[in-house]
């Protein structure tokens, strides 16, 4: 079982970077009728978005967040260790991003670099990997990037009212503190075409009749190479598994939602989320929301939300945080931590 544990280890800063273009579902696409959009907007709370223009990928805004970070934090990138690229939308096939940002970032070349090619649960998942290093002796600081920005079609029903682009960057250091952390992860492979994209890869590699534009039976236009969404199995996931790995991971850690400070979902839908949480009777001040700005930012939604909505509630103080990303895979986990003087860098925009 992925139940994991560690002490003596923090996030210690975390920088987010979007794009200055802001998109309002309202008036996103005359492929809507305000009845749609309304209707959308109602069901998910996502009523603003930010998209990349043409020519930038996820690992820029990342880098933009990484410098910012390390700036801010004035760090030695002679000292980082590690560097974790958690991203569906890397620059190309081959090499990985994460070593080209090696270079990009100027960190030194004894520095491990990596993608972990994971969509909404890629954050807590580059957690369990840094703290796993981190916990080595010879690993001390480990920077986890987190960034998406990918073409969707704006004649797509179910998922184009609903994504952003930008980027992330969390630095994760040792600490002289004991900070007990508790984290799950759980993966079910039998429900991956639950979030997939159908052509593109090399199961169903690219060809002219990938690249067809087709209709769909719920009215969408779009190829092959863009994503998919059972949206009915994705809410009966989403109020099943992830609140019972929500409600175990807390009672692990011998805490309740009394002793935490606030609950920071992926951000993906208010309704599914508020629904679970009235279940397991979270304090409704407790949860952070950052969809309604953002939209659904996938595996850098988590840290995004952090920058967005509590810099100041972070910045020199001591908090206790559960939070808790879910889907593409599927794949899902939670952890409680405590953020103890974490510098909250102010958002960029690009």
């Not at 759980?186 to 067809?212: C, F, I, M």
Request: with cysteine; glycine share 8%; hydrophobic share 35%.
């Amino acid at each position: 079982m992925a139940e994991l544990y560690w002490e003596n280890i923090e996030i210690a800063g975390i920088a987010g970077a979007v794009p200055n273009r802001v998109i309002d579902n309202l008036n996103f696409s005359d492929f809507f009728t305000e009845k749609e959009a309304k209707s959308v907007i109602k069901l998910t709370g996502i009523t603003q978005r930010r998209l990349a223009d043409e020519g930038f990928c996820a690992s820029d805004f990342c880098h933009s967040a990484a410098e910012r970070l390390i700036k801010t934090m004035k760090i030695d990138r002679s000292e980082i260790d590690a560097l974790i690229f958690t991203t569906q939308a890397p620059d190309y096939r081959m090499p990985a991003t994460g070593v080209k940002l090696q270079h990009r970032l100027g960190l030194p070349k004894t520095a491990l670099a990596f993608d972990l090619p994971l969509g909404c649960s890629g954050f807590v998942y580059g957690l369990s990997i840094a703290f796993s290093l981190c916990n080595q002796p010879q690993f001390n600081q480990v920077l986890i990037l987190d960034g998406e920005a990918k073409s969707r079609p704006k004649t797509d029903k179910a998922m184009s009212l609903l994504f952003s682009d930008g980027g992330t960057a969390t630095l994760i250091r040792k600490t002289g503190r004991k900070n007990p952390t508790y984290l799950s992860l759980h993966s079910d492979g039998s429900r991956w075409q639950v979030l997939h994209t159908p052509a593109g890869g090399y199961r169903n590699p690219t060809s002219l009749e990938t690249l067809k534009m087709k209709r769909r039976d719920n009215g969408s236009i779009k190829c092959d190479e863009h994503g998919t969404m059972d949206g009915a199995a994705v809410f009966e996931f989403t109020i099943t598994d992830v609140p019972r790995d929500i409600k175990n991971t807390v009672n692990r850690a011998q805490t309740t939602f009394n002793d935490i400070d606030y609950v920071v979902y992926h951000q993906a839908n208010k309704f599914m989320t508020d629904h679970f949480s009235k279940k397991l009777k979270i304090p409704r001040h407790k949860i952070i929301y950052s969809l309604h700005k953002f939209g659904n930012t996938s595996s850098f939604s988590i840290p995004l939300t952090i920058v967005s909505e509590l810099n100041s509630q972070l910045n020199g103080t001591k908090k206790k945080l559960l939070m808790s990303g879910f889907g593409v895979g599927l794949s899902w986990g939670s952890v409680i931590t405590e953020f103890d003087k974490c510098t909250i860098c102010d958002l960029v925009e690009i």
